[in-house]
């Protein structure tokens, strides 16, 4: 009477009920697979620290006293499917039933949905026991209203589940959000926080990785791998953000700089996705340091409301529309990605920055995805679905559910509005007004046209040009559009040439 109970990847949720006893009849599987390697090409880092925190997790339950069954990616046994693993493990434990947790991605979902019907044993579906809301909560929140807006659905969630209230159900502060206090640039005070997260050595794990043939692109610092890899060292870490960083997150949340990629980021989307921290636990961190006067409420709320906002919500509009989200393509944009996004060579200071230090660390903070790399590529007028897999391979964090929202509905519009009220685009005057790369920058941040003038601005209006027919009645982008009306047609014709010549040489900027 032995059941399976497959546990993936991305569900490493130590305080997950199945654990709660032991029993002798569960066999607990975790499978390194080729299938998910290699169905995008992944940064060395982000397979790595995944595999590694499997290990960790799959040693912790076996020590702990269950059963598991490992397969590793270099075992001769492994089939290297989901499918074809969970057929080998039925057979080799005859097992008479398999139980998994819902997985986050579509993608998983069909597959082990298909499997299912397939199996003449039992196999069920049972809640990962992580999220704030059900999968289907942000599609029937908005099932009777025009407008999907995250807005609208947080403060529901803040009511819900009682969280930055006054005891008159109130927001604290009076107000909802306080994003107007959280716009300021960084000019290198408060000091940046030292990285003060574990180095592990997991040069052997890298070299089977290697010889196993998975083909992965970026730095894989074998030897100094920084993201957490169990619960311990993640709660470590949240521990730190609270105490250290957290005061000043909410200021310098737009901020961006060439000497810190991180400023006073978390870094702890790599531990939340994979489950080693549940989303509930952060935010009531966040929240007791504001109640205990350590925080300030912007910053607690600026960054309460991205955990139990932004990453709430996305992934409800990722399960109310897949499959047909990740198809989405409204403003028609077909060209190929730069090549220099794999390699961080470009003149754009910013751009060649930014991708240089994803490369190194399989991460780039919020800013620095939406308005540099995600901005450029909107503005560029590159196929979304290649900035998609761009974004899905490149950082630690990237799993489909939460990535591809944010790719082709906040950054690239190509769902057409849904997640976004308006498109994510700026000019050199945002990138310089928020960050400090325009300085020593081959390119001139305030020069339109010329042959140094930056490929942002000359971009930022054809966009709007070429777009007006869609966009031009956003009430959001009244200012963008009457901007634009000022330009005389010369004015506006030089503009559109300078945006034409770069985009004839996207790969030589
Ligand atoms: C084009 C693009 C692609 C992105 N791809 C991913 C991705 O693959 N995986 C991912 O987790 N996030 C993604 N994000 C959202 C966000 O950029 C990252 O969550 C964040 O940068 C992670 O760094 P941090 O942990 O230091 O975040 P912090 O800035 O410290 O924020 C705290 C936490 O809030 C959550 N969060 C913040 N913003 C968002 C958001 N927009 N959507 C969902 N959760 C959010 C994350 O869990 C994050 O750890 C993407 C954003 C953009 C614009
Ligand atoms: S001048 Fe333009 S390309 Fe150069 S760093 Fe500034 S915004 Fe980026």
Sequence with gaps: MTCLRLVLGDQLNPAHPWLARHDPEVVYVLMEIRQETDYVRHHAQKVLAIFAAMRRFAANLENAGHRVDYLAISDPAN????????????RRYRATRIEYQEPDEWRLDRQLADYAQQQAIAVQMCSSAHFFAARDAVGQFFSSRTQWRMEYFYRDMRCRHGILLAPDGKPCGGAWNFDHDNRASWKGAPAAPADLRPQQDLRALWQEIVSAGVQTFGDPQAAACRWPLDRGEALAQLAQFIAHILPHFGHYQDAMSRHEPRLFHSLLSFALNIKLLSPAEVVAAAEAAYRHGAVPLPAAEGFIRQILGWREYVRGVYWARMPEYARHNVLQHERALPRWYWTGETRMAC???????????AYAHHIQRLMLTGNFALL???????????????????????????????????????????PYAGSAAYISRMGDYCQGCHYRSKQRTGERACPFNSLYWDFFARHAERLQGN????????????FTPEELAALRAQAASYLQRLDEL
């Design 79 to 90: 089939t290297q499917s989901l499918p074809g693993n969970l057929d080998l493990l039925q």
């Design 380 to 422: 560029a007028g590159i196929a979304p679905q290649q900035v998609h897999e761009w974004y899905l391979g490149i950082y630690s964090d990237a799993f489909e559910w939460v990535e591809l929202p944010n790719t082709l509905g906040m950054s690239q519009f190509a769902d057409g509005g849904l997640l976004a009220s308006k």
């Design 475 to 486: 009430p959001r982008l009244g200012p963008v559009y009457r901007n634009l009306a000022r």
């Design 351 to 361: 751009l060649g920055q930014s991708i240089r230090d994803s490369l190194a660390h």
